[in-house]
């Protein structure tokens, strides 16, 4: 099944849905979890994949990353879309202030 998509630039385009990864951490998967919820996102047209180095206490992008490791072929079909620079309080960076940069 292939979803809309929406055009951004000419060379730029998003599925209309985007997953959202935020709580991946929270769930809990296996690596093999992560990759049949992914799989079974593309086979809907969910192309398009949210992610920010603050999810999951700095965590959730790194699982992500880890899961799609062993099944890398899947790459070429995703648009990742990250944000950076919010510095969030956490015991892993206890340098930062959790001011925006």
């Known amino acids: 099944m292939q979803s809309s998509r929406k055009q951004l630039t000419e060379d730029l385009s998003f599925s209309t849905f985007i997953h959202g990864y935020w709580r991946l951490k929270d769930w809990e998967y296996s690596q093999d979890d992560i990759l049949n919820l992914l799989e ?3 086979d809907l047209g ?3 994949i949210d992610h920010a180095d603050i ?3 700095y965590e959730c992008e790194a699982i992500f990353g ?3 490791a ?5 790459r070429d079909r995703l648009e990742l879309v990250s ?3 919010i510095k969030l309080l956490s015991e892993k960076y206890p340098e930062r202030n959790g001011q925006i940069l």
């Open 46 to 48: 969910v192309t398009t």
């Open 40 to 42: 079974q996102g593309l």
């Open 83 to 85: 944000k950076c620079g």
């Open 66 to 68: 880890k899961a799609l």
């Open 55 to 57: 999810y999951g206490d």
């Open 70 to 74: 062993n099944k890398s072929s899947l």
